[in-house]
């Protein structure tokens, strides 16, 4: 069964870089069925996409993002993270990392996400 | 910029039918752009209901179903129940991105 585990820092000052990493248990980062991905939900409002890496390491970023937004995927240790700069207390969120399964479209063309981690919550604040 | 929009809020008796639709901005949903729906409780993580229209993912009970109506996705919900009570987020793939709606606080009562 695929498990995902976001772990992040919690609290992160304004200006600073957040910095958010899932490990995966249950399926392989290095996989090309697949693709890994950020969500996030700030308090009390609804849920936007952040991003989507590949195994390859291509990247698909929310263009409203796209300037700040940095993922990566650690094979090693079978993990993907996030990184956000110049956070502000409006980047104050839950975190959730997601599998994405294309189906048979085309690169980030359709598909759905079949699995979410519990997701954590990251502050910006001084 | 287009926005994904879906109804804020929506209100069953339980047993009952509601249709919860997902529409776009500007233009119309169809099947191309995948659109797939998740149910959250407060608290929660998102759980995947229903992709590519009308698939139910592993689990999902059939009185949960999926639909273009006109020009709108849809989501059904047939014999509403209690614990149906959550809000439901709607996905489009617009080709540069990936869109959610604003999502739909479902009320059993």
């Known amino acids: 069964q695929l498990q995902l585990q976001e772990s992040g820092p919690g609290l992160v000052k304004p200006s600073e870089t957040l910095s958010v990493t899932c490990t995966v248990s249950?399926?392989?980062?290095?996989?090309?069925?697949?693709?890994w991905g950020w969500i996030r939900q700030p308090p009390g409002k609804g849920l936007e996409w952040i991003g989507n890496?590949?195994?390859?390491?291509?990247?698909y970023y929310n263009s409203s993002l796209k300037s700040r937004v940095s993922m990566s995927v650690d094979t090693s240790r079978n993990q993907f993270s996030l990184k956000l700069s110049s956070v502000t207390a409006a980047d104050t969120a839950v975190y959730y990392c997601?599998?994405?399964?294309?189906?048979?479209?085309?690169?980030?063309?359709?598909?759905?996400?079949?699995?979410w981690g519990q997701g954590t919550l990251v502050t910006v604040s001084s | 910029q287009t926005v994904v929009t879906q109804e804020p809020s929506f209100s069953v008796s339980p047993g009952g039918t509601v249709t919860l639709t997902c529409g776009l901005s500007?233009?119309?949903?169809?099947?191309?752009?995948?659109p797939s729906w998740y149910q959250q409780t407060p608290g929660q993580a998102p759980r995947t209901l229903i992709y590519?229209?009308?698939t139910r993912s592993s689990g999902v009970p059939d009185r949960f179903s999926g639909s273009i109506l006109g020009n709108k996705a849809a989501l059904t919900i047939t014999g509403a129940q209690a614990d149906d009570e959550s809000d439901y987020y709607c996905?489009?793939?617009?080709?540069?991105?990936?869109?959610f709606g604003g999502g739909t606080k479902l009320t059993v009562l």
């Open positions: 997601a599998r994405l399964d294309p189906l048979w479209f085309g690169e980030l063309e359709g598909g759905y996400f079949d699995y």
């Open positions: 249950g399926d392989s980062v290095s996989t090309t069925e697949y693709y």
């Open positions: 890496i590949y195994s390859s390491g291509s990247t």
């Open positions: 500007s233009g119309s949903v169809s099947t191309s752009y995948s």
């Open positions: 590519n229209t009308n």
């Open positions: 996905v489009l793939f617009m080709g540069s991105g990936i869109l």
